[in-house]
């Protein structure tokens, strides 16, 4: 059994709530008070202006709020044993899946970031809400929902790499 825990050097996800804190500065601040002042040949309107401070608003709370609600996971842990993969740090329902559910397993490179991909013979989405949408997105964008990044454990890619498929060699079906 192996048990990888939460990474806990939290400066770039510190560095990126100032971030949306400055976004959220200044589109709910500079662009909603002064909203003329901000128009050119890309918002030429000052609705048009209002409207995009309002989108970017409702997009940086959504991001704050994925973000927090990672850092403050309870059981946050990836463990895989011979039962199957426990994903902690799924936004999903579905965390736990175990190798006779498992259709392939693959190493995914998307915008220069790898994860390992979980396919499922039988996929399918049980989700509801904001959860439904990330299901559907990942799926669309990586061919499955079911994805791992080394970026949130305390570990390399190469060792979750190593690790995921050497168990998934023993249990496959």
């Not at 329902?93 to 979980?118: C, H, L, P, Q, R």
């Not at 190469?158 to 995921?164: C, S, T, V, W």
Request: glycine share 4%.
């Amino acid at each position: 059994m192996i048990i990888i825990n939460k990474n806990k050097n939290y400066f770039k996800t510190i560095l990126v709530i100032v971030l949306i804190l400055c976004a959220l500065y200044f589109l709910g601040f500079k662009f909603l008070q002064y909203p003329s002042e901000h128009t050119y040949f890309l918002l030429p309107t000052k609705n048009s202006v209002i409207i995009f401070s309002i989108f970017g608003i409702l997009g940086c709370l959504l991001a704050m709020y994925l973000i927090l609600k990672t850092i403050f996971r309870r059981n946050a842990l990836l463990k895989i044993d011979n039962s199957g993969i426990l994903n902690g740090f799924a936004f999903y329902n579905k965390k736990f899946i175990k190798w006779e559910e498992v259709a392939k397993i693959e190493s995914i490179t998307y915008n220069d970031n790898k994860y390992i991909g979980i396919f499922l013979k039988d996929p399918q989405n049980t989700e509801k809400g904001i959860n439904y949408f990330l299901y559907k997105m990942n799926e669309s964008s990586m061919g499955t929902a079911h994805i791992i990044s080394s970026a949130d454990l305390d570990c390399s890619f190469e060792d979750l790499k190593k690790n995921i498929f050497e168990y998934w060699e023993k249990y496959k079906y």
